[in-house]
């Protein structure tokens, strides 16, 4: 069974950091691109980074220069820096395999080229003053 596991969320103030966690198992991690989504309630789920197999890291304008997505394949994990915290930036925050820049929402089943994966709960980050 594939899991995701988010922790790091919590509330902070406008220009404060966070660093999320995912742990994931079930699947080949290793050989694995793996990206972080955010959802608001009652809209899409939007792709906001990813980080490949071999390394290299991608980020939507909103977050660039402001997030950093790393991973640790020997531990399954991979991580957001989110510094210089907005408002927007509130969200419930999902780790997952990329599957498209923006899809539904972030719970329940998809299905990648590895198969069926699950959503895992997410963390939530709120920022205000």
């Known amino acids: 069974e594939v899991q995701f596991l988010e922790a790091g969320g919590g509330s902070e103030q406008p220009g404060g950091s966070l660093r999320l966690s995912c742990t994931a198992s079930?699947?080949?991690?290793?050989?694995?691109?793996m990206g972080w989504y955010r959802q608001l309630p009652g809209l899409p789920c939007n792709l906001i980074s990813i980080?490949?197999?071999?390394?290299?890291?991608s980020y939507d304008d909103s977050v660039k220069g402001r997030f950093t997505i790393s991973r640790d394949d020997a531990k399954n994990m991979v991580y957001l820096q989110m510094n210089n915290l907005k408002p927007e930036d509130t969200a419930v925050y999902h780790c997952?395999?990329?599957?498209?820049?923006?899809?539904?929402?972030?719970?329940?089943?998809?299905?990648?080229?590895?198969?069926?994966?699950?959503w895992g709960q997410g963390t939530q980050v709120t920022v205000s003053l």
């Open positions: 980080i490949e197999r071999g390394g290299r890291a």
């Open positions: 997952a395999t990329p599957h498209g820049g923006r899809v539904p929402s972030c719970s329940g089943d998809y299905y990648d080229d590895g198969g069926r994966k699950s």
């Open positions: 079930g699947f080949t991690f290793g050989g694995s691109d």
